[in-house]
């Protein structure tokens, strides 16, 4: 079975940072090209970062330039998210995916509050 799990998220202070994993089963990650989206409340779901197969070049969404970095370890089958400098508006779900996204990876995501 193909599937992607995401771990790591948890509640947080603002300026604070968390580290996301995104594990993959059933296939080789290495493979694909992965992006980080996320769901806050009310909201559709938005692309926060992705990370390509062929030779690791990198893309951040404005909202997050500077703050996030993407990367991934092909040993593990593992992409990660480190979050720095976290913000409220950070709050959200957060879920891995290939890149472009395959409906069949969507998981569960892995909740990230930012509050005092």
């Known amino acids: 079975q193909l599937q992607l799990v995401e771990s790591g998220g948890d509640l947080v202070q603002p300026g604070g940072s968390l580290r996301l994993s995104c594990t993959a089963s059933?296939?080789?990650?290495?493979?694909?090209?992965v992006a980080w989206f996320r769901q806050a409340p009310g909201k559709e779901r938005e692309g926060v970062s992705c990370?390509?197969?062929?030779?690791?070049?990198?893309y951040y969404f404005d909202s997050v330039k500077g703050r996030f970095t993407i990367s991934r370890d092909n040993a593990t089958n593992t992409v990660y998210l480190q979050m720095n400098n976290l913000r409220p508006e950070d709050t959200a779900v957060y879920y891995c995916?290939?890149?472009?996204?395959?409906?069949?990876?969507w998981g569960q995501g892995t909740q990230v509050t930012v509050s005092s």
């Open positions: 990370i390509n197969h062929i030779d690791g070049t990198t």
């Open positions: 059933g296939f080789d990650l290495s493979s694909f090209g």
């Open positions: 995916n290939a890149d472009p996204p395959r409906n069949e990876l």
